[in-house]
Nanobody, 120 residues
């Protein structure tokens, strides 16, 4: 069992930055693929970024490439999402997720979500 708790959301102006954190509790954190999803009002939840066990093994959806960076600290059982050059279209509830082997659209574990609002 893994519990995930997100923090770091908030209101920011376009062009600004936020860093989301996801603290995991439970066993074998470093054996899970970690990811960040987001869901905007009226839209489906989408995978934004994911990271496997090694730091360089990452995935980003096209709309955030070059602006967002996912990282993990296995010693702290924490995964981060650094979001720079934020745009109004990044406004959404952001969810941390964990899944064994690979990230899918239906991961095993979810956090409760944190709101990110980007004003124009």
């Amino acid at each position: 069992q893994v519990q995930l708790v997100e923090s770091g959301g908030g209101l920011v102006q376009a062009g600004g930055s936020l860093r989301l954190s996801c603290a995991a509790s439970g066993r074998a954190f470093n054996s899970y693929v970690m990811g960040w999803f987001r869901q905007a009002p009226g839209k489906e939840r989408e995978l934004v970024a994911s990271i496997r066990w090694t730091p360089g093994d990452t995935y980003y959806t096209d709309s955030v490439k070059g602006r967002f960076t996912i990282s993990r600290d296995n010693a702290k059982n924490t995964v981060y999402l650094q979001m720079n050059s934020l745009k109004p279209e990044d406004t959404a509830v952001y969810y941390c997720a964990a899944n064994p082997i690979k990230m899918t659209t239906h991961p095993t574990y979810w956090g409760q979500g944190t709101q990110v609002t980007v004003s124009s």
